[in-house]
């Protein structure tokens, strides 16, 4: 198969976040979507980020955390529990990883 075969446009993709604490605590799932493909500059940024600082965690996910008509959820005005956000982190992480 040839590479050219692969490139695409990247499409929103929706994650669910459904353990038990969080069907627990909101009653339901909680939805958001991210791209299924990341440009290269994204993907090297969250490859070199530094876990242990909070700020550049956040900075990089808040590009790939969006609603389903892919706009950025995480603004300089609207920040979810930490709890909520890392799992958002682990799945947006997860699913760079495949």
Same mark, same amino acid.
């Given at each position: /198969?040839?590479?050219?075969?692969?490139? $695409?446009?990247?499409?929103?993709?929706?994650?669910?976040? &459904? +353990?038990? %604490?969080?069907?627990? @605590?909101? #009653?339901?799932?909680?939805?958001?979507? !991210?791209? +299924? $493909?990341?440009? /290269? +500059?994204?993907?090297?940024?969250?490859?070199?980020?530094?876990?242990?600082?909070?700020?550049?965690?956040? #900075?990089?996910? @808040?590009?790939?955390?969006?609603?389903?008509? #892919?706009?950025?959820?995480? !603004?300089? &005005?609207? /920040?979810?529990?930490?709890?909520?956000? /890392? @799992?958002?982190?682990?799945?947006?992480? %997860?699913?760079?990883?495949?």
């Amino acid at each position: /198969m040839k590479l050219s075969e692969l490139a $695409r446009k990247p499409q929103l993709q929706k994650i669910t976040i &459904d +353990d038990a %604490e969080i069907i627990e @605590r909101f #009653g339901e799932p909680l939805e958001f979507y !991210t791209w +299924d $493909r990341q440009p /290269m +500059d994204v993907f090297i940024k969250m490859a070199a980020v530094d876990s242990s600082n909070y700020a550049s965690v956040i #900075g990089t996910v @808040r590009t790939l955390v969006l609603d389903e008509q #892919g706009k950025e959820i995480l !603004t300089d &005005d609207a /920040m979810l529990p930490t709890s909520v956000l /890392m @799992r958002v982190i682990s799945k947006v992480v %997860e699913g760079l990883g495949k």
